[in-house]
Nanobody, 115 residues
Framework: VQLQASGGGLVQAGGSLRLSCVVSGSIFSIGDMGWYRQAPGKQRELVATITRSGAINYADSVKGRFAISRDNAKKQVYLQMNSLKPEDTAVYYC??????????WGQGTEVTVSS
């Protein structure tokens, strides 16, 4: 079982990126999914989470700019990031509660926003 994140890259301030994360392996179902990020020298922080039924929570710093979504059939979670700022620069990690194996982290995808 693993989570594979992709979609990171280098973008200018004001630009957009779309991150994807797919769950592979034998699982029964997926509960909450989310995105977290860790900037250099800082602790990992929550960006956005989404429940299986679609309830969403965002960090205040990304509200109105980022949108999280999921496709339960494809076992994927997405993060559309718009109006990116240099302070959004970080490694972004996906996270999911996988039944019955537990909570897993993806390997991270790096996002760099230049000013």
């Amino acid at each position: 079982v693993q989570l594979q994140a992709s979609g990171g890259g280098l973008v200018q301030a004001g630009g957009s990126l779309r991150l994807s994360c797919v769950v592979s392996g034998s699982i029964f179902s997926i509960g909450d999914m989310g995105w977290y990020r860790q900037a250099p020298g800082k602790q990992r922080e929550l960006v956005a989470t989404i429940t299986r039924s679609g309830a969403i929570n965002y960090a205040d710093s990304v509200k109105g700019r980022f949108a999280i979504s999921r496709d339960n059939a494809k076992k994927q979670v997405y993060l559309q990031m718009n109006s990116l700022k240099p302070e959004d620069t970080a490694v972004y990690y996906c996270n999911a509660a996988l039944v019955p194996v537990g909570r897993y982290w993806g390997q991270g995808t790096e996002v760099t926003v230049s000013s």
